[in-house]
């Protein structure tokens, strides 16, 4: 039985993997558990899988969390906090941390559980394009995995099993296109929040709908093909596959290409995170290419979707870059979800940021580097927000 540590359990990712945790309660045992301030679906989840440790990330939460699993026997330790979080992230004896907390906020968390000894099944792509320089020489340092959670590097991890080093030659990434694939350009200037979050395959959380809106997502799965199979840039392609069917593709030096499929459904990728180098048994849906259809490609449309461009630009600047493009693209998204900017203020946001940023680049940069332009990319979107506010006021 796996004793595994939740980060995220309120959110999509964490409840899927609960889903998991449920069904196969005899492969895997809860240790920790944390949110960020849902604290009536983190109450009841403590109810249902007994952790031994949890904690909220909204301090003005744990009064309310503590009464509301008062008459819980044994009481779990109960923390708040980023530091709470980071205390559940390192606690135990969890084999495996899954790391389901959305943005950078799981940056720290994930290097405490690595200095633990834990391995990472790595849904939260964040931590790595922000912290790639700090986490990939901690994983090796302390001997521990990152299996990839994400549907893509999943689909790459599991091309991969059984390949010889030195074979891969290529990597695509497929891309569903988001919600606004079939919308000409000049129609993106009046998309809503409400247009943003209907994603046509897949049920996310809000800021990775809206990451995969903008196609942000597909330029942070570059970064984090990058950071997670060591290949260049020029070495890693995205193809807009409408139907999210083929969840991306290896290209091997004789030019043979091998894919995973199967319906998107992001407990397949948590799954084998969990049991690999097993395979569980399921009796889930099995594929069925005949009634998948038609499986269709095109290009990305980078004048439409400059995020991707960014990305890769980021990705090659590297250091504290990337960084701030993801910091800045947090910011930025946070914004729009509160209905602050518009939808391609998005991207100019995130340039300017990334423009501004260039002289100031740490090629080499620690954890105290990457947190300063973390903290220094938001207050640049915040504050360029404003002016862009201010101005659109003034047109109005
Ligand atoms: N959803 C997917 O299908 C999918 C697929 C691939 C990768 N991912 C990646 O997985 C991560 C999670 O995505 P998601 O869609 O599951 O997001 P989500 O539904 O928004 O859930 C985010 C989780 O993180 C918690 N949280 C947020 N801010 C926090 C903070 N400051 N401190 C502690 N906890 C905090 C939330 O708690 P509360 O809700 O209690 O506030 C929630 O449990 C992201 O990095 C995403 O890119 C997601
Ligand atoms: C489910 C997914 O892996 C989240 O990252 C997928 O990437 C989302 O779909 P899209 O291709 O980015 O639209
Ligand atoms: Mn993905």
């Known amino acids: 039985m796996k004793a595994i540590t939740l980060l995220g359990s309120t959110g999509s990712i964490g409840t899927q993997t609960l889903d998991i945790v449920a069904q196969y309660p005899e492969q895997f045992r809860i240790v920790g558990l944390t949110a960020g301030r849902n604290v009536t679906l983190l109450a009841q989840q403590i109810r249902q899988f007994r952790p031994e440790i949890v904690a909220i990330g909204d301090e003005n ?3 309310e969390l503590k009464e509301a699993i008062a008459d819980i026997d044994p009481q779990p330790i109960i923390l708040a906090g980023e530091t709470g979080v980071v205390e559940v992230a390192r606690y135990g004896d969890a084999e495996a941390v899954v790391t389901g907390i959305v943005g950078c906020a799981g940056l720290l968390p994930t290097i405490a559980a690595i200095q633990a000894g834990k391995d990472i099944a790595l849904a939260n792509k964040e931590t790595l394009i922000a912290g790639g320089p700090v986490v990939n020489p901690l994983i090796e340092k302390h001997g521990v995995k990152i299996l990839p959670a994400d549907s893509e590097h ?5 091309c991969l099993q059984g390949v ?10 497929t891309a569903s296109g988001g919600s606004f694939r079939d919308l000409p350009i000049e129609k993106l200037a009046e998309v809503t929040v409400a247009d943003a979050l209907k994603h046509p395959n897949w049920s996310m959380g809000q800021k990775i709908t809206i990451d995969s809106a903008t196609l942000m997502n597909k330029g ?3 970064i984090e093909a990058h950071y997670l199979f060591g290949m260049d840039y020029d070495d890693i392609d995205i193809v807009i596959h409408p139907q999210s069917i083929i969840h991306s593709l290896i290209e091997l030096q004789d030019t043979s290409v091998l894919a995973q499929l199967g319906w998107p459904d992001m407990r ?13 048994h399921t009796d889930w849906k099995p594929f069925d290419l005949v009634k998948a259809g038609d499986l269709t490609f095109r290009e990305p449309d980078h004048k439409k979707y400059p995020c991707m461009q960014l990305a890769y630009a980021a990705g090659r600047a590297g250091g504290s870059m990337p960084a701030v493009l993801n910091a800045a693209n947090e910011q930025a998204v946070a914004l729009f979800l509160e209905e602050k900017i518009q939808f391609l203020d998005i991207p100019k946001l995130i340039e300017k940021a990334c423009d501004k940023h260039q002289p100031d680049n740490c090629e080499s940069p620690g954890l105290d580097d990457i947190l300063a332009a973390d903290k220094w990319a938001r207050q640049e979107v915040l504050v360029e927000s404003m002016e862009l506010g201010a101005r659109i ?4």
Do not use: T
């Not at 006021?393 to 109005?396: A, D, G, I, K, N």
């Open 61 to 63: 939460k744990l009064v």
């Open 154 to 158: 999943s689909a790459i991890f599991q």
């Open 164 to 173: 010889l080093p030195g074979s891969l030659r290529r990597i695509i990434l």
């Open 220 to 222: 942070l799965e570059v």
């Open 268 to 280: 397949l990728p948590l799954l084998y995170a969990l049991s690999w180098p097993e395979r569980i």
């Open 393 to 396: 006021l003034s047109v109005r």
